[in-house]
């Protein structure tokens, strides 16, 4: 069915124009618009370098905030659609909350009422193709600049001038059209007349997929008499619910978040809708006292037409805005996060794939839920429960009485909530390859999938530990049951301090505590090693023993360096001052102890001096420790 929908448009098209040619004027206005459209956006995209994103981003710490950002933000793109879509892939890759998206939105339907401001006080009145002509000629020659920012403004500026030829196209094939066919004969009254000019208003604009194109449309018409009043505000109000087409499209490859904030914005324009169709007589009364006071002509229709797009898109926003938080519980209600025996992506979706700011912050997000799955993988495979864990005071005497064995399939369950990740996060950081985006996004893209392959190592290396942690913890085997333990508290200890980590403010983050942390791995890596000579030596542990413990011991350390490493390259705030000062700061490879190097302490307590551990607690509960040396 699908292809001959094309077809016949043409077709129909084609036989319009062959009818009735002064239509051809009129669609070749709205073309050149929808292109002066497409080109303006992609010219901020361009010019801005993701300051538009970094914006909205940053806009939702309230919700007057997420308001302002959303009228400023379509104010400049005259397109209420881009920024829905913006704001669902920022939604999807987890960059704002859902309250904060639907502000958004909010704040872009009174934005979209700029746009019939501009067309009915300066585009029917002035000769804007005038204007037009040399700002495509200035744009072209900034278009094909080398620089990013003057190609954007070139883009942008050609935009402009596309837009305001396609108004003037418009103008005055509605004037041609007036002499060969008069619509107004069509118009209809009452209520049949709302219902189906609202209507042909919400059809409009889901083919043309623009409010603001089809306003124009409207606002021409009308200037040039081929409308009704009544029938061009009916038009006006279907086409602000035609505009939702275009989010739920872009939601269809969004996760649970994105299709919430596109119900969000269908629910916001249904009500106002249906509200300023019920009182569209008080409204247009109100429309006449306002244009009246601002000093508009009672027969200035296309102006008071846009008084009244602005004063019904802000009646929507005064009756939604107080019901903004019970609506996202609605909508959370509506369309609850399903939980698939096998873990999905979270973040990674179609939604967040074309702009760099989601692209990576998606990815990011999306290797913390994996590190998040494989740490609790890690924890059971260790028979130790993740929640007591996590909120422990003493893990070691928390381990100590974790023996009960933990049912559990590691390789079914590394292949489920692990495996299914990774796959997904390779699949998604491939992409890069065809963006083009910056070097430096590029480069932190492919870090973020290093780090997620030395998580799945990590969970790897525990895998082998298990065989031995069900044998000797599930009972005890004296001093073999205590070096397991051990492992197993380390471990546990290091899986806490991340997830203490993730859930830390990113402003309190460190990466010092992480050198700590690598220094305590190697000092206890060789501490271990000696204490098992030792008992080796006192007929304490059997060769046999000994040699399967210091096999495990190195899987076990092996998996701590590898998370307390993705740790530091996942989690770390990317402040560049701060970044420099720690760096200065932080330990280098080549510092870190060794085994057999000068710094590598016995074990406390032992023969001839050792190095005791200072405990520094750091916010969020971490805790870093450090070696001090002790004769």
Known sequence: MKRYVLPAAMAGMILAFWR??????????????????????????????????????????????????????????????????????????????LAGGVGIIYGANIGTTTGAWLVAGLGLKVDIAA??????????????????????????????????????????????????????RFALTGLAGLAVYAVIGAAATVVMQSSHATMVLILTALASGQLTYENAL??????????????????????????????????????????ALA??????????????????????????????????????????????????????????????????????????????????????KEVQHLTDNALGLIL?????????????????????????????????????RVKSLHAAILEFSSHIGDRKFAPEIADRVYELRDVAGDVVQAVKSVKHLRKNVQRYTTRSFGVTTELYDGLRAELARIAAEIHALSLADPEERSALWLDQERVQIEHDARATSERVDRLIRSDLLSAERATSFLNDSRYAYAAMRLLTDAARRCYMERDLAMAEVEKLLALDEDELPHPGEPGAAAEPGGAGGGTAIRETRHPAGLVSREPMRWD
């Open 380 to 416: 059971h495979g260790l028979n130790l429960d993740e929640k007591t864990v996590f909120g422990s005071a003493d893990l070691e005497g928390t381990v100590r009485a974790a023996r009960a064995a933990i049912p559990l399939d590691y390789d079914d369950a590394y292949e489920r």
């Open 131 to 184: 204007y037009a002509m040399p700002m495509l000629a200035l744009s072209i020659l900034l278009v094909f600049q080398s620089s990013k920012p003057l190609r954007g403004a070139g883009l942008a500026l050609g935009g402009l001038g596309f837009l305001f030829l396609g108004i003037h196209f418009m103008k005055d094939g509605f004037d041609t059209f007036q002499e060969q066919i008069d619509l107004t």
């Open 234 to 275: 009916a038009l006006a109000i279907g086409s602000n619910v035609g505009t939702t087409v275009t989010a739920i499209l872009a939601a269809l490859g969004a996760n649970v978040q994105g299709r919430r904030l596109a119900l969000a914005h269908l629910v916001f324009n249904a009500v106002t809708a249906v509200v």
């Open 20 to 97: 009735v040619p002064d239509l051809q004027e009129i669609a070749a206005g709205v073309a050149v618009f929808l292109f002066g459209m497409f080109m303006l956006e992609d010219g901020f995209k361009l010019f801005g370098s993701g300051a538009m994103e970094r914006v909205l981003a940053g806009a939702t710490r309230s919700k007057l905030r997420a308001l302002l950002s959303g009228f400023v933000t379509t104010s400049l793109l005259q397109s209420s659609s881009l920024v829905s879509v913006i704001t669902i892939s920022f939604l999807s890759a987890g960059l704002i909350t």
């Open 279 to 364: 009182f569209i007589t008080p409204l247009a009364g109100a429309v006449d006292r306002i244009a009246a006071g601002l000093g508009i002509a009672a027969d200035d229709y296309a102006l008071k037409l846009a008084v009244f797009h602005t004063v019904f898109n802000l009646l929507g926003v005064v009756l939604m805005l107080p019901l903004l938080d019970r609506l996202v519980a609605a909508l959370e209600r509506w369309l609850p996060e399903k939980l698939p025996e096998t873990s999905q992506p979270h973040y990674l979706n179609q939604a967040v794939d074309d702009l760099p700011l989601t692209f990576e912050t998606a990815l990011r």
